[in-house]
């Protein structure tokens, strides 16, 4: 049975996508080492930032009986090897002391310490490269490490839950009570957007009205950065987000989205989940910056007034229904 490219290449995304909670901000990257007659003999994934590449996993995973394969070998690789000293050693030097016969990517890296360099390295050594091989899937699974590097700036997610009516809270709501809007199996789904963004963000109005923890208690992963955008100060000392021991970060003086945002990608982060109150949500819907909305609604709760939810058009949203509640999706193209 012969083998194409672009099956190979499925198997390095199958592998990618197996790092997806633990390797941000890098991106998620699988490698597959196939020999000159169609056997896979090594395969490897970023498995957690600051660890082993790839590539290095994948060639690690060669057993020594197959070892002389490997001047005949194709290695795949869903992104351009890196070719700089960062964590690790630059994965292009391996490949070319593997002495590998050629190389197959997907798309190239946007990194400036890398873009092309990887590639560059490899053709110099005399290596065969080909890439752009399934580039449009390969794009989509890393589409917040690309959003960083090629727009500068975090790939943004609004999220919000409102009731039947279009409201997102009671008035005069009282500091930890909450009407709940989410299910058992929607409440998940948070929890799984918070796992894959690497921060999670509300205005200070959210904490002293809501207290939340803001973690990923019910899905895998590491918890995401808390930022809390707070223009004066106002922030409760024993505010959850201050004294549970996890990560917090606090805006404060110049609050506006977009300065926000320039803040957040000085700080490396790819990634950020907006599920602030109405003020934060219209600020960020009104500056046209970000990436996906979400919007949960349970058609059993109805609050008659309160605090409305933000006022979108929901022409072109994609639509499912889970335990009972509407979930409602849009993707900026």
């Given at each position: ?97 593997k002495g590998v016969k050629r190389v197959v990517i997907a798309c190239l890296d946007p990194n400036p310490l890398v873009a092309g360099n990887g590639v560059r390295k490899l053709r110099e050594a005399g290596i065969e ?97 808390r930022i809390v955008l707070d223009s004066h100060n106002r922030i409760p000392k024993d505010a959850i987000v201050l004294t549970d021991g996890n990560p917090t970060w606090v805006i404060t003086g110049d609050t506006k ?65 889970l335990d009972g509640n509407k979930l409602l999706k849009f993707t900026k193209i």
């Amino acid at each position: 049975m012969s083998y194409s490219d672009e099956q190979f290449m499925q198997r390095c995304l199958q592998l990618a996508a197996l790092g997806e909670y633990y390797v941000a901000p890098n991106p998620m990257v699988g490698a597959v080492i196939v020999s000159a007659d169609g056997r896979i003999i090594g395969e490897g994934w970023h498995r957690r930032y600051g660890g082993p590449h790839a590539e290095v996993n994948a060639f690690a995973s060669v057993k020594p009986k197959d070892e002389p394969l490997l001047s005949e070998t194709t290695i795949y690789v869903s992104l351009e090897p890196c070719s700089h000293f960062g964590k690790t050693p630059p994965c292009a030097d391996l490949i070319v002391r593997k002495g590998v016969k050629r190389v197959v990517i997907a798309c190239l890296d946007p990194n400036p310490l890398v873009a092309g360099n990887g590639v560059r390295k490899l053709r110099e050594a005399g290596i065969e490269v080909e890439s752009g091989i399934m580039e449009n899937e390969a794009r989509q699974l890393n589409k917040r490490f690309f959003c960083l590097h090629e727009k500068h700036r975090p790939y943004i997610i609004l999220k919000w839950a409102q009731s039947a009516d279009g409201f997102i809270a009671p008035l005069n709501q009282q500091r930890g009570e909450r009407v709940v809007f989410s299910t058992p199996q929607t409440k998940l789904l948070v929890h799984k957007m918070r796992a894959e963004n690497m921060a999670i963000l509300v205005g200070v109005n959210t904490i002293i009205s809501d207290n939340p923890r803001l973690l990923t208690t019910h899905w895998q992963g590491r918890n995401p950065l808390r930022i809390v955008l707070d223009s004066h100060n106002r922030i409760p000392k024993d505010a959850i987000v201050l004294t549970d021991g996890n990560p917090t970060w606090v805006i404060t003086g110049d609050t506006k989205w977009e300065s926000a945002v320039k803040q957040m990608a000085e700080r490396n982060i790819h990634s950020v989940l907006v599920e602030g109150g109405a003020k934060v949500l219209q600020s960020v819907l009104q500056s046209g910056i970000y990436d996906e909305l979400h919007i949960e609604i349970n058609p059993k709760v109805y609050l008659k007034e309160g605090i409305k939810a933000p006022a979108v058009d929901t022409l072109n949203f994609d639509f499912e229904e889970l335990d009972g509640n509407k979930l409602l999706k849009f993707t900026k193209i």
